[in-house]
């Protein structure tokens, strides 16, 4: 996003300006880069009016031509893939390559759910002779749908993917901190000739948004990531009108290093893995809970490899951490940080804000919380590392499995045995082994207690954005 340039509101297949504005800041420089343009009641109306009507249309168009016209977005953005980065970059300060990465990312997020949108099989019921039962998947209708700031291109593809595979329109409410990436999608979905409605894309005050939207009559699902607390709110006001909500969540993830793990492998792994996007990740590994006897060792080796991580502007090559989101990311980090030093933890490196212009927070590394430090119950969302000792796999799962979130999770270890316990052990929607790799475009991806309903991705994410219908038949 240039400066000066607007993110404009993209209804019924045509881009609109509004006379109200919201100003996009640069995080590695606190530079305003640009504006968004913010919706009034009138737009979203409009775009509840268009998504009906594009939804008309696209649920009665072939799974196969549906699904060219993704593969088409998708190819498109990937030519474009150079522009979308630098502009997620200059917007949410991660590192160039990440952001090359994410672009990437939600490109296979749409050639996935291309692939299975002619999937979406129903089902005939075996019966007596005469009688048929027939199980559909029908598009379950318009989709209001919400992102954050953090991925700013991948996560909006995510929904827009598995809402258009599945036959739905989606009116999609990005960041207004971050939205160029988003509005790339729109551009690449314009081009490859989805019809007027069937995308669309509005900004704006978030709460404005949500009590507008989620009542409409012809709004039939809700799809949000996000907070939970936020989450919360969101699945509430869809139970009040019976809409199902697809809710993707926080986290706080642990990771679980057994004894028999390789200790210095693993700390430079989970090092390298913890300070991708600043931390700023809903899967993030945050919470180490290290077998006393690698202890030592582990630590020494994540504390080292966080050392040497250079911390800069995203669009510097050498850059491997970049900025922080906004200032309320440094200043709820800095509590954390605060809280846990005053309950007797120690600060292994980092624990504040850089000097100079630009939201940077030192990589840090926190060890030996007591069970009341802040930072072990509250997702921190940056780059801190907590890193306790353990004395057995049962203490781990333990602290492991003592918060209300369940989204992704991890583990290290060469023993089938302790794989085995970990499967069984762990309440996580997502449990990684030996990798810190916790979605891919193929698998399902979703959490359990207070980290969200339902999945993305895999062959179970289109299932969400459908409603079942049974048809009984007696043959004449």
Known sequence: MAQDTHAQLYIGGKWRATSETLAVINPANEDVIGKVAVARETDLADATDAAWQGFQLWSRTSPAARAAIILKAAQLLRER???????????????????????????EFFEWDAGECVRLYGRVIPSAPGIRYIVLHEPIGPVAAFSPWNFPMSQPARKIGGALAAGCSIIMKASEETPTGVVHIARAFHDAGLPAGVLNLVFGHPAEISEYLIPQDRIRMVAFTGSTAVGKHLT????????????????????????????????????????????QVCTSPTRFFVHEALYERFTAAFVEKARSIKVGDGLDASTQMGPVANDRRIAALQELVDDARAKGARILCGGGRLEGKGYFFAPTAIAELPDDARALSEEPFGPLALINPVSSVDEALAKANALPFGLAAYGFTNSTANVDRLMQGIEAGNLSINTLEASVAETPFGGVKESGLGREGGAEGLHHYTVVKNVSLRVA
């Open 81 to 107: 893939s150079e522009e979308i980065a630098r502009s997620i970059t200059l917007e949410n300060g991660k590192p160039l390559s990440e952001a090359r990465s994410e672009v990437i990312r939600g490109c």
């Open 236 to 279: 509430t006001l869809a139970s009040q009108v019976m809409k199902p909500a697809l809710m993707e969540l926080g986290g706080h993830a642990p990771v679980i290093v057994c004894e028999d793990a390789d200790a210095v492998a693993a700390g430079v792994a989970c090092a390298t893995r913890k300070y991708r996007n600043s931390g």
